[in-house]
């Protein structure tokens, strides 16, 4: 089989054992999603669960945590021990790239089968609404934490998102291209994803190639 980088989106997937609906079939529930959207407008994060019916995500509504400010950070612990899946947000204004902990956390934590983040981003046509989908095939995966040298990558690829996309706050579709080109073959297991918002659908739409 050729290397992995070099195979379709399908054979990867399947390689991987990635299920289409993985990538695919994100659809938030519309009230959930509206309640998700409201708290993108706050300058801290926000956490919590989705449960999934009739083929929708779903926020429990009794499980959703507000962060604290923590300096120039604003940090959301969630309630509970993890679930199969989990989301939070970035604040208004911070960076919209996922941090070295929010990747740790897929690779740490077996429970989780996804990890949603919301964030905006800055862009000409005004503000830019996306969602990173991260996810770890343990069927791949041996080691269950981020071990050096995948932690100096991580470091890395964030450092460069950083510095291409003005502090991390501008929407640059190279920059969320090479990025995850360069996490999902560098890191065993590791799948992220990122989706732009289209208000006029009230879906999310994978803006990248296949990597
Ligand atoms: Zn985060």
Same mark, same amino acid.
């Given at each position: 089989m050729a290397p992995i980088d070099q195979l379709s989106e399908q054979q990867r997937r399947a390689a991987l054992g990635i299920p289409d609906s993985i990538l695919l079939d994100n659809k938030i529930y519309r009230a959930s999603l509206d309640t998700i959207l409201g708290y993108l407008e706050d300058t801290v994060e926000y956490c +919590?669960?989705?449960? &999934?019916? @009739?083929?929708?995500?779903?926020i429990m509504r009794d499980q959703i945590t507000k962060g604290i400010h923590d300096g120039?950070?604003?940090?959301c612990t969630h309630k509970d021990f993890y679930r199969e899946y989990i989301w939070h947000t970035h604040r208004n204004g911070g960076k919209y790239y996922?941090?070295?902990?929010?990747?740790e956390k897929v690779i740490k934590h077996k429970s989780i089968e996804q990890s949603f983040i919301f &964030?905006?981003?800055?862009?000409e046509s005004g503000k830019?609404? +996306?969602?990173? &989908?991260?996810?770890?095939?343990?069927d791949i995966r041996v080691q269950p934490a981020v071990v050096d040298p995948e932690i100096s990558l991580?470091?890395?690829?964030?450092?460069?998102?950083?510095?291409?996309?003005k502090g991390g706050t @501008?929407?640059? &579709? +190279?920059?969320?291209?090479? @990025?995850k080109d360069a996490l999902n073959s560098g890191i065993d297991g590791l799948r992220i994803d990122y989706y732009i918002y289209d208000s006029s659908t009230g879906t999310f739409v994978n803006c990248t190639e296949s990597s």
């Amino acid at each position: 089989m050729a290397p992995i980088d070099q195979l379709s989106e399908q054979q990867r997937r399947a390689a991987l054992g990635i299920p289409d609906s993985i990538l695919l079939d994100n659809k938030i529930y519309r009230a959930s999603l509206d309640t998700i959207l409201g708290y993108l407008e706050d300058t801290v994060e926000y956490c +919590g669960f989705f449960y &999934v019916q @009739y083929g929708n995500y779903h926020i429990m509504r009794d499980q959703i945590t507000k962060g604290i400010h923590d300096g120039d950070r604003s940090q959301c612990t969630h309630k509970d021990f993890y679930r199969e899946y989990i989301w939070h947000t970035h604040r208004n204004g911070g960076k919209y790239y996922p941090s070295l902990e929010d990747i740790e956390k897929v690779i740490k934590h077996k429970s989780i089968e996804q990890s949603f983040i919301f &964030v905006t981003s800055n862009a000409e046509s005004g503000k830019q609404i +996306g969602m990173w &989908v991260l996810h770890c095939n343990f069927d791949i995966r041996v080691q269950p934490a981020v071990v050096d040298p995948e932690i100096s990558l991580i470091n890395e690829e964030n450092k460069k998102f950083y510095e291409n996309t003005k502090g991390g706050t @501008y929407f640059d &579709v +190279g920059a969320i291209q090479s @990025y995850k080109d360069a996490l999902n073959s560098g890191i065993d297991g590791l799948r992220i994803d990122y989706y732009i918002y289209d208000s006029s659908t009230g879906t999310f739409v994978n803006c990248t190639e296949s990597s």
